[in-house]
T-cell receptor
């Protein structure tokens, strides 16, 4: 079964450093998403991406965040200057249609980001 | 804005028994989708079941079924013949049928399965 692949699985970074989280969505999917889950809390939407541009973003997704699909296969989330409160599990997801459609989102296994 | 509430932080069930996880939501929309996701210790989010609001029939996927009460804005998940592998966090989620494509999640219910 096709998978969404995220790398790395765990990243530790110092406060103020830039981090890039990488995702390889399912190859025929057109819509891409980032969500985050702070430990012990609910999963929160960050951003959705379609046709090489952001289609929707939440209040969390401020100027410190950016997304990119640099080469047609990878989908990245960049945090420019990490803060302690950015420590969370970050999930990438993709879907073949808008939102869930008939096939639904497929989530990756997540990247655990720890900011120290 | 839509909200999703899961009032049971933790639940437990005996192996082979049935358990029901509760979820309520608040929306002014008539067209939307509802989901249950499972998050095992590996932390991956796995879709368990989905329900389209326009469908009156409750969705079923093998041992998993929902009780969708649109007027009451309730969407509970029933797990029959519980297995040890069902132990996980379960999240209820809402998605608008138009406009916003994001999923709004509840806080989750931690399900333990007792052998």
């Amino acid at each position: 079964e096709p998978e969404v692949t995220q790398t790395p699985s765990h990243q530790v970074t110092q406060m103020g450093q830039e981090v890039i989280l990488r995702c390889v969505p399912i190859s025929n999917h057109l819509y891409f998403y980032w969500y985050r889950q702070i430990l012990g809390q609910k999963v929160e939407f960050l951003v959705s991406f379609y046709n090489n541009e952001i289609s929707e973003k939440s209040e969390i997704f401020d100027d410190q965040f950016s997304v990119e699909r640099p080469d047609g296969s990878n989908f990245t989330l960049k945090i420019r200057s990490t803060k302690l409160e950015d420590s969370a599990m970050y999930f990438c997801a993709s879907s073949s249609e808008v939102g869930q459609g008939t096939h639904g989102y497929t989530f990756g296994s997540g990247t655990r980001l720890t900011v120290v | 804005a839509q909200t999703v509430t899961q009032s049971q932080p933790e639940m437990s069930v005996q192996e082979a028994e049935t358990v029901t996880l509760s979820c309520t939501y608040d929306t002014s929309e008539s067209d939307y989708y509802l989901f249950w996701y499972k998050q095992p210790p590996s932390r991956q989010m796995i879709l368990v079941i989905r329900q389209e609001a326009y469908k009156q029939q409750n969705a079923t996927e093998n041992r998993f079924s929902v009780n969708f009460q649109k007027a009451a804005k309730s969407f509970s998940l029933k797990i029959s013949d519980s297995q040890l592998g069902d132990a996980a966090m379960y999240f209820c989620a809402y998605r608008s049928g138009a406009g916003s494509y994001q999923l709004t999640f509840g806080k989750g219910t931690k399900l333990s399965v007792i052998p």
